[in-house]
């Protein structure tokens, strides 16, 4: 056993174990430091939202136990990182935390002396604020003496002193200059509490925000826009049109029933942008729809320009190729990434090999651009103008959007049988909702008379006429 080191430090080290261990795993106590950083990040964060949609007082209660125990495991680690000196173990097997610090205690360590590498906020008080507090603080000799004063009785006093401005009496005998000096001391340490208040506010909104980054705006994004609810309340618009709102929600909920949604990549932006504005013209989506990110888009153009699979196709992660590091390829961690990269990469494939033969199918050229999007919602007829502003049409949700069914039973006839095939099988395979009208074997039909002339008409369907 190495000799007792006594004494407190007032500078502890901070131990910072380094990420793997030296048979090239991962590092246990590296490990351990970070589910504590993200437990006191966590914990900071509950505080910041506690009430704003739900008390979480009882979450909260709950979690500061756990986040404490998760520092006091990290700073454990810390300790047996630094290889300060433990009394033997009793038992075999990892040891608890606690019996890490009381092995410390028995050998004479001070677990002050290290501190793990994890981030706590604490808050930098201004120097002033500070020495103002000083300045007005004076030690009692006696924190518990007994007041100088006399009651009305003429008797002594029984109340204790007023603490930490040197007086000698109780609050309801103070001299003028003692209550004077207690003023000044409750406003200084007024000030200094506003000041932690105000910083530790400031730390959650800034941890709120890196979780944002962090989590928020994920480049990988394959989720669907959720449908409206049917009682959901559309912002008013101008009412020249002379239409009720109900039916701008109508045309929303139909359009989700024709399945075009999930089937067209980022629809949920061209859907929100609607929401806010049911009948606008490309540009005024535009905008709108680029103001939902402002992180990515700083104007319409450019939201109007960007790649339809934006945000949607995998992020290309700098991991070695299968087989060039075998020790890597080993770790559950990293095993488990590749799967998911793998599943990712696979969703996407399958998405974008069926939206392209989809668009192929509904004989429109290829589309690459949001603009691209919007003119092929134009062209099927989900989009119909609603009348004209300046120079631009002004565009609505139609009230009946033809569904894939449809449009690929009319114009399917014009494309090649492969293409067409492919497309079907993916509508079907995506469970498309089906055509009311057509069933989903009439438009396999069409594979068999796509050798035909082409057909001058080429209209989509008889409903369609709201143009
Ligand atoms: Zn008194």
């Known amino acids: 056993m190495s000799p007792s080191r006594y004494g407190r430090s007032t500078l502890a080290r ?7 261990d030296h048979h090239g795993g991962s590092s246990p106590a590296w490990l351990l430091m970070q589910a504590a950083q993200l437990s006191w990040e966590i914990r900071n964060i509950l505080q910041l939202i506690n009430g704003m949609r739900l008390n979480l007082s009882e979450e909260l ?3 500061r136990e756990a986040c404490d125990m998760l520092l006091n495991a990290a700073h454990a680690t810390a300790i047996m990182e630094a290889r300060l000196p433990l009394a033997p173990a ?12 009381a092995q410390a205690r028995e050998a004479g360590t001070d677990p002050a002396e290290v501190r793990p590498d994890v981030d706590l906020f604490q808050p930098r008080i201004d120097p002033q604020i500070a020495r103002e507090v000083e300045a007005t603080y004076r030690e009692d000799p006696d924190p518990h003496a007994q007041c100088a004063g006399a009651t009305v009785k003429k008797e002594r006093c029984a109340k204790t002193i007023v603490k930490g401005i040197g007086s000698a009496h109780c609050a309801v005998h ?3 200059a003692e209550r004077q000096r207690r003023d000044e001391l409750r406003a ?13 506010d400031e730390h959650q909104v800034e ?7 962090r989590y928020g705006t994920r480049p990988h994004r394959l989720e669907q826009p959720a449908a409206p609810s049917r009682s959901r309340q559309v912002a008013p618009f101008d009412g020249c049109s002379g239409l009720t709102l109900g039916e701008d929600e109508q045309a929303m909920l139909a359009l989700y029933d024709s399945g075009w949604p999930s089937l067209c990549p980022r629809s949920a932006e061209i859907i929100r942008a609607l929401l806010d504005c049911p009948r606008a013209t490309i540009g005024r989506l535009a905008e709108l729809a680029a103001a939902q990110a402002p992180e990515r888009w700083s104007r319409g153009e450019q939201w109007l320009q960007s790649d339809i699979w934006d945000g949607i196709r995998p992020p290309d992660l700098a991991l070695p190729r299968l087989g060039q590091a075998p020790e890597l390829d080993e770790h559950p961690a990293v095993q488990e990434l590749r799967r998911h990269m793998n599943a990712s990469q696979g969703r996407y494939e399958v998405w974008q090999t069926g939206f392209k033969s989809l668009v192929e199918a509904c004989d429109d050229p290829a589309i690459d651009t949001m603009a691209d999007l919007l003119a092929f919602w134009q062209d099927l007829g989900i989009l119909v103008p609603d009348g004209h502003e300046a120079d631009a049409t002004i565009w609505r949700l139609a009230a009946l959007p033809p569904s894939a069914w449809r449009v690929i039973y009319a114009r399917g006839r014009f494309v090649p049988s492969h293409v067409l095939g492919t497309a079907l099988d993916w509508l079907l395979e995506g469970e498309t909702p089906q055509d009311p009208d057509i ?3 009439e438009v396999f039909n069409v594979l068999l008379t796509s050798a035909k ?10 409903a369609q006429t709201a143009s």
Do not use: C, K, M
């Not at 200084?188 to 530790?200: H, K, L, S």
């Not at 941890?207 to 980054?213: D, F, G, M």
């Not at 002339?453 to 008889?462: L, V």
């Open 14 to 20: 901070t131990v910072s174990p380094p990420r793997r």
């Open 61 to 63: 209660h709950v979690y």
């Open 90 to 101: 009793w038992g075999s097997g990892p040891p608890r935390v606690r019996s890490i610090f």
């Open 174 to 176: 103070l001299a003028p």
């Open 188 to 200: 200084a340490e007024d000030r200094r509490a506003q000041t932690i208040t105000d910083a530790r």
């Open 207 to 213: 941890l709120a925000a890196a979780w944002i980054a």
């Open 439 to 441: 069933s989903p074997s």
């Open 453 to 462: 002339p082409p057909n001058p008409e080429g209209s989509i369907a008889p």
